[in-house]
T-cell receptor, first 117, second 111 residues
């Protein structure tokens, strides 16, 4: 199916465990993003990628690692999960960058709901 | 102080009402202004996009930007129960890849 898919949709883990959230898009969009959404904070950018092998930090990158070896995939890894990382994580993609007349449209996945006990 | 401020609501209105949703911001360099709609347990989706100041209309929705006041609004006319969702404003300076989101306003339209 075309679009952007995230997996798993729901995950429960324990403090200190490593967790990887997967994101896959079929549009060949060059830009991909990871956000977390928490009550009272809205959407906060964790990491983003302008192309394969190019990644950059967002507002809240500590405790997270990303990679982008292929254009279509952008996994997010929590190396040692903490309770403060309990959140809903959204992956998004976009076809253009700002310097190319970016329209502002990010296409979001349905989210991965992570609980760290 | 957050760069973008948005009243979280909830806002509850009867069907057919005119709804006004607002955001204020502090960064005068913002030039791109967006409204995203997010249904429960779904990802946000773009509703409206505006560049710089002015108004933009799309069906029952109107987006307004007042850069002098650092204030943006989304108006929904003839609101429907299907408009019940969380509305997030988002904005950027236009030269980076980073959107700054408001916290979102939860809207409920009852029949």
């Amino acid at each position: 199916d075309a679009g952007i898919t995230q997996s798993p949709r729901y995950k429960i883990t324990e403090t200190g465990r490593q967790v990887t959230l997967m994101c896959h898009q079929t549009w060949s969009h060059s830009y991909m993003f990871w956000y977390r959404q928490d009550l009272g904070h809205g959407l906060r950018l964790i990491y983003y990628s302008a192309a394969a092998d190019i990644t950059d930090k967002g507002e809240v990158p500590d405790g997270y690692v990303v990679s982008r070896s292929k254009t279509e995939n952008f996994p997010l890894t929590l190396e040692s999960a903490t309770r403060s990382q309990t959140s809903v994580y959204f992956c998004a993609s976009s076809s253009l960058g700002w310097t190319s007349g970016f329209t502002g449209e990010l296409f979001f996945g349905e989210g991965s709901r992570l609980t760290v006990l | 102080q957050k760069e973008v401020e948005q009243d979280p609501g909830p806002l509850s209105v009867p069907e057919g009402a005119i709804v006004s949703l607002n955001c204020t911001y502090s960064n005068s360099a913002f030039q791109y202004f967006m409204w995203y709609r997010q249904y429960s347990r779904k990802g946000p989706e773009l509703l409206m996009y505006t560049y710089s100041s002015g108004n933009k209309e799309d069906g029952r929705f109107t987006a307004q930007v007042d850069k002098s006041s650092k204030y943006i609004s989304l108006f929904i006319r003839d609101s429907q129960p299907s408009d019940s969702a969380t509305y997030l404003c988002a904005m950027s300076e236009g030269v980076t890849d980073k959107l700054i989101f408001g916290t979102g306003t939860r809207l409920q339209v009852f029949p």
